[in-house]
């Protein structure tokens, strides 16, 4: 995809620190720091990074992205699928070994500007407000967003520290 086919949009978000970014496209801003998500970079690699949503507010609610802009997992390199999937593999792996959850839902789709891959996780409290499954990530969100409390912000942030350290300790870049 060439550069000219997304630029000339420019958007702006609040993220839930209270912080205003403007980008042409998140993903890419994110890529070359140019938005500062909360956490900061729990992960970056040659072809992805790892980081919390900057908007949803659900400590363990993280994002794997590819640098490079692309809007689907067809449209990645090999390299870049295999970074990509091992990356996921072990933001998984730390978020259950870490205490955060026992379960993830991974969701992707093509309709965003820039490939990205949510790794949401299943806290207690989703499934007893709402339940369990994909059909409830709406509601999650929309109550995340409008109930969100200064713990939660410090949760997040501290969930992402934990992250962080777990990759420099546990992660093998092929």
């Not at 790892?50 to 090999?78: M, N, W, Y």
């Not at 026992?102 to 490939?115: A, G, I």
Request: glycine share 8%; aromatic share 10%.
């Amino acid at each position: 995809m060439k550069e000219d086919d997304y630029s000339g949009n420019l958007n702006s978000v609040v993220d839930f620190l209270g912080n205003t970014w403007s980008f042409e496209c998140m993903g890419c801003a994110i890529a070359a720091k140019g938005l500062e998500v909360p956490g900061g970079i729990l992960y970056e690699g040659k072809h992805v990074v790892l980081v919390t949503d900057c908007i949803i507010p659900i400590p363990g609610f993280l994002i794997v992205q590819a640098k490079r802009h692309v809007h689907s997992f067809a449209e990645l390199s090999d390299e870049e699928r295999k970074e990509l999937g091992d990356v996921m593999a072990c933001t998984e792996r730390a978020l259950k070994e870490l205490g955060i959850t026992k379960q993830v839902t991974l969701v992707q789709e093509e309709r965003s500007k820039h490939f990205h891959v949510w790794v949401f996780p299943a806290l207690e409290w989703m499934e007893q407000k709402f339940g369990s499954g994909v059909k409830y990530l709406d509601d999650i969100i929309t109550y995340a967003k409008n109930n969100v409390t200064e713990n939660d912000r410090k949760e997040i942030v501290v969930v992402a520290g934990k992250v962080k350290e777990y990759f420099k300790n546990n992660f093998l870049a092929s």
